[in-house]
Nanobody, 125 residues
């Protein structure tokens, strides 16, 4: 069983920045592929960014150049640095863990085994 706890959400004005953190339980965090998803009201959950065990990263086109995913295996934590935020970035953000030791990043939602409870990000224009 893996527990994921997100933090760092909040309200910010357009153009501002936030850093989300996701702390994971378990002794083998370094072997998890990790991802950040978001779900806006009335929309489906979508992948924002993902990072593999070797540090390969993926970004959705909508956040490229503005968001950065990183991981600190010593702290069992994955981060999402969000800069130049826009109103359309408003959503609940979830982190997720893929424990299947997949090569490369995990893109599909069904590829993730555990999910956090989510943290709200609200960007006002």
């Amino acid at each position: 069983q893996v527990q994921l706890v997100e933090s760092g959400g909040g309200s910010v004005q357009a153009g501002g920045s936030l850093r989300l953190s996701c702390a994971a339980s378990g002794r083998t965090f370094s072997s998890y592929n990790m991802g950040w998803f978001r779900q806006a009201p009335g929309k489906e959950r979508e992948l924002v960014a993902a990072i593999s065990t070797s540090g390969i990263t993926y970004y959705a086109n909508s956040v490229k150049g503005g968001f950065t995913i990183s991981r600190d295996n010593a702290r069992n934590t994955v981060y999402l640095q969000m800069n130049s935020l826009k109103a359309e970035d408003t959503a609940v953000y979830y982190c997720a863990a893929d424990l299947t030791r997949s090569l490369g990043v995990t893109l599909a939602q069904h590829g993730y085994d555990y999910w956090g409870q989510g943290t709200q990000v609200t960007v006002s224009s």
